[in-house]
């Protein structure tokens, strides 16, 4: 099966300025040479500490930042060859809900000026009649009364199910999902979740789900990619990945996944320090300085990223000890 999303050595750096010039004085790496596919109708979650590069990555690919290097093909086109107007039509097919329901909805204009104004800007037309809308606004779950009322009407919860109405629109392939449910309270993320696997069933959607809680990410993934410091350390089938984590990063997150049965072994890896900057990231290995299992080489020499055995060809890791 051929990918619908390609990612190839994607690169994304921030320059950093600074002095009484503000000339530029380095670069934040915060997506380093990150490769990946997305084939249709799968979920693929990605999944990292906040600051490892995962958010980046999805404006990457949805064109709201511009990338450094590599390439991002989507439905066998690479969109840095593409025109203006052939990139406005995939963009079309592509599309991204977003962390903060409120920050990313217009709190003054009603959900019938914010789901218009997606047709508007993709010039799509006959679209945004009344009983269209409405049924898109019941499709996610909404009254069509909600079309007259203000974003800040609305909880967290069916706020961000404005911004999933939104997003399925126009009728896209891929949706990049950032964080969708972590600014909402537990028992509505559950709701929202089982609302974007219905949706995913019903128009075949392919998603990139991206998340720091992988116990979130467990739920909605067909497979899972374990980002830290701006690359891709570990990706595998979600059941793998959590039945044999290879990575230590990996294994240091999944013991931090809480468990219901208080009578469960369960060790937990603590992690020493923080993330490091992406401003400068450790040598060799980025993970060396909070390893628990680093060796001389792993300061030196950067892991490939690679099968995890010869027999295996879907479990993926950066790993000396491999
Ligand atoms: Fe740890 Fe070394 Fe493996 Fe990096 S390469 S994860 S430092 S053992």
């Not at 701006?230 to 793998?240: H, K, L, Q, W, Y």
Request: aromatic share 8%; with cysteine.
């Amino acid at each position: 099966m051929e990918p619908i999303l390609s990612v190839n050595n994607l690169k994304k750096y921030f320059p950093v300025y600074g002095g009484i010039f503000l000339r530029r004085q380095g670069w934040v790496y915060a997506v380093d040479d990150v490769s990946f596919d997305v084939f249709p109708g799968e979920t693929l979650g990605l999944v990292g500490e906040s600051g490892c590069g995962k958010t980046t990555l999805g404006r990457c690919i949805v064109g709201l930042y511009a990338s450094t290097a590599g390439e991002i093909n989507f439905q066998g086109s690479n969109l840095a060859k593409r025109d203006r107007q052939q990139l406005k039509s995939m963009r079309l097919k592509m599309q991204m809900i977003f962390q903060d329901p409120f920050e990313s909805l217009n709190s003054r204009h009603t959900v019938r000026e914010i789901l218009e104004e997606k047709y508007r800007i993709h010039g799509v037309k006959n679209q945004h009649s009344g009983p269209q809308l409405a049924t898109l606004l019941e499709t996610v779950g909404l009254s069509p009364r909600a079309l007259a009322r203000f974003p800040h009407e609305f909880s967290g919860g069916q706020r961000q199910r404005i911004g999933i109405a939104r997003a399925i629109s126009l009728s896209p392939d891929l949706i990049v999902c950032d964080e969708p449910v972590s600014a909402l309270d537990v028992s509505v993320q559950s709701q929202i979740l089982n609302l974007l696997l219905t949706l995913q069933q019903e128009m075949g959607l392919t998603y990139l789900f991206i998340s720091h809680d992988l116990s979130v990410v467990k739920h909605v993934s067909d497979r899972i990619a374990v980002m830290y410091l701006g690359r891709i350390v570990e990706m595998a089938d979600r059941d793998d990945l959590f039945a044999s984590p290879s990575h230590p990063y990996t294994q240091a997150l999944l013991s931090a996944i809480p468990i219901a049965d208080p009578n469960a072994p369960k060790q937990r890896i603590i992690l020493e320090g923080e993330i490091p900057s992406p401003e400068n990231p450790p040598t060799g290995c980025r993970f060396h300085t909070r390893c628990p299992h680093a060796m001389a080489v792993c300061q030196k020499e950067e892991p490939v990223f690679k099968p995890i055995n010869h027999e295996c060809d879907t479990h993926f890791a950066a790993c000396h000890l491999l």
